[in-house]
């Protein structure tokens, strides 16, 4: 379990929660490969859809995870409701990475958290797209886990490709900029869309 330090402050009275806010990076290809690779095996072998289509589930799953996460960071997790409760709620949900952007043990979102997420929308999309969710919903989650990796990887990775390495201004422009602007962070397609390069 890791523990709060200067660099990562407690954000919440009990210990055992506290130290389920905290996780390295390294814990969400251990949990998400897995899982990735399960979806789409099943969606191939459980339900005999064909690889082609299932690759092209899997692109059209990783592409609506670019819209969930510009979309995500640009309202919920900038949104300070306008109750008494409403910084608190800011500061847990993302508050905390703007106020200790070096804090590298909350760059990806806890699993406790985005397990619960992807048990609850998991039946969505089966309700939506029957077999068809397993290779989407493979997609979808390997979208989130670039995000996630590329997160930590613009704080604090050895940037030496180009395109990374304009990723991370965009990202570092983010965290610095009072206008509210360049929630892409695994891409900047969204934000030359929506206008808020």
């Known amino acids: 379990m890791f523990r709060a330090t200067p660099e990562s402050p407690r954000m919440f009275d009990s210990d055992f929660i506290d130290a389920f806010s905290r996780v390295p990076w390294y814990a969400v290809p251990i949990i998400y490969v897995p899982m990735i690779t399960w979806l789409f095996g099943y969606g191939l072998l ?3 859809i064909a690889l ?7 692109a059209s799953g990783f592409f609506v995870w670019t819209l969930t996460e510009y979309w995500l960071h640009r309202t919920l997790f900038h949104w300070v409701p306008g109750v008494s409760w409403g910084p608190r709620f ?7 990475h703007h106020d200790y952007v070096n804090d ?14 992807a048990a ?11 077999p068809l969710s397993f290779p989407f919903f493979a997609g979808k989650t390997a979208g989130y886990l670039s995000y996630d990796m590329i997160h930590y990887f613009t704080h604090h990775g050895k940037v030496k490709s180009m395109w990374m390495k304009r990723l ?7 965290h610095h900029n009072k206008e509210g602007r360049k929630y892409g962070v695994s ?3 969204w934000d030359h869309v929506f206008r808020t390069y």
């Open 46 to 48: 459980g339900f005999g």
């Open 52 to 58: 082609l289509p299932s690759l092209a589930l899997f």
């Open 90 to 96: 800011h500061f847990l949900l993302h508050g905390v």
């Open 104 to 117: 590298r043990l909350r760059l990806v979102m806890p699993p406790a958290a985005s397990l619960g997420l």
């Open 120 to 130: 609850f929308f998991m039946p969505i999309y089966w309700a939506l797209l029957g």
């Open 168 to 174: 991370r201004a965009h990202h570092m422009n983010h």
């Open 187 to 189: 891409s900047t397609f």
